[in-house]
């Protein structure tokens, strides 16, 4: 059936949109479905495409001991979704793999957005095509070049087999996606131009190693003469990168932080990167008592998030201190499931939540264990959650040493690991906790979107200057706290360390701890306004609107 122009394709190999649909595994998921979100809600026609994984986020259990276990969460796809009759192919290792599809109606205020799901676990496919859709970044090299076919070549492909026949910008949600360029190649004679036209590029990723790059003689064995004549022209003279076709053939190229403009600049010297800063979707982040809260005092709030910021300022101490409470004890209540020692719900909260990785650094609050001691000694309860990578007895390792050691600091403060972090879990942690801390090694955070969904809520954040935190905190130092300098004020990375961990100590001895006490904490209420304001332009319908102006558009 013919279908309406779309404004933009949006192409993305993860998004999170419900816990219990496994598609996605962290931050760009998270984000590609918020950005849907918000595109839905002001009436952007767009369509989403990705793919139907059976196993992407996995379901961890916490051992007493500290161990974990990484369970496959299972799902049917047609508990969530619409099965679409359209079949297409595409060529793996010179087979041909039949890809379907299923629908999700993501709906807005004003418009509705198709996410499309593609599935190659089908009857017709060869045993070893049907696990194509199977793990989400799992696998080698092959497997991985046959998900990015099916992704971008199948996603284009796909589309027009549903009657997309006019589709004015296609994005690439990072690397993973850039096939589709050379599905738009074939479409237009092999003209780059015109497909540079039709093309955005969004990286996501600060370091070298996190870019999806391929040995050519393996890329011909996978894709064949999917490959066109001039490939080496567009991917990459010795190695075929993913990241390098897609800003070569996009007419615009942004990352997701200033910081992060700037670093994929110095990765990518020749290239012309902007910066589009991300956001969150400002509804789906606030917890219930909050949205009431704003309902009665910032009407347009919902269409219009900007006004957070005008008008956060006249909420009553009262009220917002009130909801507060309210979401940081269902919070509590949550933890005290998984633990002998109950929090307080009256405790100064710190939450600390992330996918545990190293240059996350979930270890730095523990670097001097007597220091953190003597800080905290009673006034301090702090809540963690974070998944480790299955494959990775490192990531899981740091989760057993830091319950280890916060074990033998029970008497001074109380420490609690939340088993299976995921997007249910991750909105109770941001609404409910006082803090919430990150300490990613600066320069490897491309953005990190938790903190905005902690502001959203008034939660205070307590962060080492990177990703879109170095621009929050200079719009408004009294939102939150900075932990150590800017990347350019930085001794070596031992010492950093160091620097870090005891900054971390000093503040919450003597700025955290006593202002929380302060009477009736008022000093600490008009700081939770000032980050809840940080929202009026933290927020994916800002990102949209941006994305409009810049990326899927022909002007500028
Ligand atoms: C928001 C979110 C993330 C991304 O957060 P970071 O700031 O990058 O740590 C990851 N996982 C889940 C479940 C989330 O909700």
Known sequence: MPKSPLTVAYFTMEIGLESRMPTFAGGLGM??????????????????????????????????????????????????????????????????????????????????????????????????????????????????????????????????????????????????????TLELLRERNWNNDDVKRSCAFTTHTPVAAGHDVFDYDLAYRVAGDQLPWHIRE???????????????????????????????????????????????????????????????????????????????RELPDDQLWKMHQLAKDRLISHANQFTDVPLDPHCLTIASARRVVSYKRPELLYTNLERLAEVCQGKVQIIHAGNAHPQDPFGQGVIQRMIERSRKIRDSVRIVYVPNYNPDLAQLLTAGADVWLNTPTRLHEASGTSGMKACVNGVLNFSTLDGWWIEAFARDPEAGWRIGPLASALPNAEETTQVDAEDLYTQLQYELIPEFEYKDHVRWIRRMKRSIGLIGFFNTHRCVGEYGKKAWTNEQ
């Open 31 to 180: 984000l590609a479905a918020d950005i849907m979100r918000s595109a839905a809600d002001t009436g952007v026609i767009a369509a989403c495409i990705s793919m139907c994984w059976q196993h992407g986020y996995m379901r961890q259990t916490i051992h007493s001991n500290g161990t974990q276990k990484y369970e496959p969460v299972s799902w049917s796809p047609s508990q969530f979704l619409r099965k679409a009759d359209e079949r297409i192919t595409v060529q793996c290792e010179g087979r041909a793999v039949q890809v379907g599809a299923w629908i999700y109606e993501l709906k807005g205020a004003l418009a509705t957005v198709p996410v499309i799901f593609l599935d190659t676990d089908l009857p017709e496919n060869a045993p070893e095509d049907r696990q194509i859709t199977s793990h989400l970044y799992g696998g080698d090299g092959a497997m991985r070049l046959k998900q990015e076919i099916v992704l971008g070549i199948g996603g284009v492909k796909m589309l027009r087999a549903m009657g997309y026949s006019d589709i004015a910008k296609f994005h690439m949600n990072e690397g993973h996606a850039a096939f589709l």
């Open 234 to 312: 567009i991917a990459g003279k010795d190695r075929l990168s993913m990241t390098e076709l897609a800003i070569r053939l996009s007419r615009y190229t942004c990352g997701v932080s200033q910081v992060h403009g700037e670093v994929s600049r110095r990765m990518f010297p020749w290239a012309q990167i902007d910066a589009i800063t991300n956001g969150v979707h400002h509804v789906h982040w606030t917890a219930p008592e909050f949205q009431n809260l704003y309902d009665s005092y910032i009407h347009g709030w919902r269409e219009s998030p900007q006004l957070l910021a005008e008008k956060c």
